[in-house]
């Protein structure tokens, strides 16, 4: 289900080809924010943010299309979208059971594993199955995934999910404790790849195993490649210095930090054509209201200093400054941009869309951009119409403010194709 297979003289495309059958796994797209995993049952009727909807009326639709809610009335009211369980969806989704790799991280690993159609990959810990869903879609149709986690309800919980998904014959999965005992034996010399999402990858907790990173160098062929994925930076030494001490070179390590940007179309308070002359007025305007300001406050402090004269200097010091503080005077001239006063866009007059793949929500877009100077809103504005009234609008990219965080580092190494002991 989470792989499209094409259908001899298929052209239509992944989704529009695939048609919704009773059973079939479908992603329910509420809003960007809000998208739930769902096993379509003809008999019953699903109960979103947005109304009721007879499933019965999903059968036949293509995946990917729009459906309406019943009202109470028999007409319509909301809509969601029911689209096509994709690995990168359904790390959206997934009930978490550990803590899980996301999209970011997924994707530098399935392209340094050089995973491709065919590949044998090893993989522990399991987890929520994650990162298991896409490397099974990167060595489909004849490849194959061993996973490994020491937690046994877990492993079943994830080998369930993947039959589920008909991911069963491209994934295998075992309950093993991979720093008690590393990989099986059977699986020597085979694996193209293996990953890594374990706390210690440089110990061994029998005498038998020197470390995993040894284990996974049985495991790996010449030229294959490892990965290990770390919390901490003190984890990647250990774990660096476990593969110096084998047969593995280039090693090296990345953060993948991952920025988002919120693409709306907005409308503009005015014509940024104008926008140069109307931030020399905004200026001029600013300059006129601070001397104002400046001169109240000089009479102010005359007034306190004389009635203060002879008091507790600290006392003095609390007194609020009508002078600018250092810095003030830069949030000044931030708020006399034109961002702040010309063009922050104005709330959308209609209806919004859905929101855009990235996750517009126009009160943050506009929130944003009245935070931002001018140059960078003019920087990010990629496309610029004029509507019949005269209006413009602009359609603006801005950074998320839920840009995300560390997560951890990935470190990968390859197996060397020669390795003579010194
Ligand atoms: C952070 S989770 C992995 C998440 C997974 N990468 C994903 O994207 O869903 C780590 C997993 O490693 C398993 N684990 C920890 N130590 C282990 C060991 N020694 N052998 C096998 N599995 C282990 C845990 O049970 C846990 O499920």
């Not at 004849?142 to 998904?165: K, W």
């Not at 950074?399 to 002991?421: K, M, S």
Request: charged share 25%; aromatic share 6%.
């Amino acid at each position: 289900m989470m792989l499209h297979q094409p259908s001899p003289g298929d052209t239509a495309g992944v989704t529009k080809s695939r048609t919704i059958a009773d059973g079939d796994l479908v992603i329910v797209y509420e809003r960007i924010d809000a998208m739930k995993s769902y096993f379509v049952d003809a008999q019953k009727t699903y109960h979103g943010r947005f109304g009721l909807f007879p499933v019965q009326d999903w059968i036949g639709k293509p995946f990917g299309s729009r459906v309406y809610s019943k009202g109470t009335g028999g007409g319509q009211q909301g809509w969601i979208y029911l689209l096509a369980p994709t690995p990168e969806l359904w790390t959206m989704v997934l009930r978490h059971r550990t803590q899980i790799l996301y999209a970011a991280d997924i994707s530098i690993i399935c392209m340094y594993l050089e995973l491709r159609p065919g590949c044998t990959v090893l993989e522990s810990g399991t987890g929520s199955g994650s990162l298991t869903h896409a490397l099974a879609r990167a060595i489909a149709p004849t490849g194959h995934v061993h996973t490994f986690d020491f937690h046994q309800q877990r492993a079943s919980e994830a080998e369930a999910e993947f039959n589920r998904h008909g991911l069963g014959k491209l994934v295998a999965v075992q309950h093993r404790n991979i720093e008690e005992h590393g990989f099986p034996e059977e699986l020597h010399g085979k694996a193209d790849a293996l990953f890594l999402d374990l706390p210690g990858p440089w110990k061994a907790r029998s005498l038998a195993l020197s470390s995993v990173v040894k284990s996974a160098e049985a495991c790996l062929r010449p030229d294959g490649i490892f990965c290990a994925f770390s919390p901490c930076i003190e984890q990647v030494q250990r774990t660096c210095e476990a593969l110096a001490s084998c047969s593995f070179t280039a090693p090296r390590t990345m953060e993948c930090l991952l920025r988002s940007y919120e693409v709306s179309n907005e409308k503009m308070v005015i014509d940024l054509s104008r926008a140069e002359e109307a931030t020399l007025e905004s200026r001029k305007r600013k300059r006129q209201t601070k001397e104002t300001k400046d001169s109240r406050g000089r009479a102010v402090r005359a007034k306190t200093n004389g009635a203060m004269r002879g008091r507790d200097a600290a006392q003095q010091s609390q007194t609020p400054r009508a002078d600018p503080l250092p810095g003030s005077e830069s949030k000044d001239q931030h708020m006399g941009s034109p961002a702040a006063d010309s063009v922050a866009p104005e709330a959308p007059e209609q209806a919004p869309e859905p929101a855009s793949a990235a996750g517009a929500a126009p009160a943050a877009a506009s929130a944003a951009t009245a935070e931002a100077g001018a140059p960078e809103v003019k920087a990010v504005a990629a496309a610029e119409q004029r509507s019949g009234d005269g209006k413009v609008f602009q359609v603006l990219a801005l950074p998320t403010a839920d840009a995300r965080g560390h997560t951890g580092y990935l470190t990968f190494a390859r197996r060397l194709v020669e390795f003579i002991e010194p």
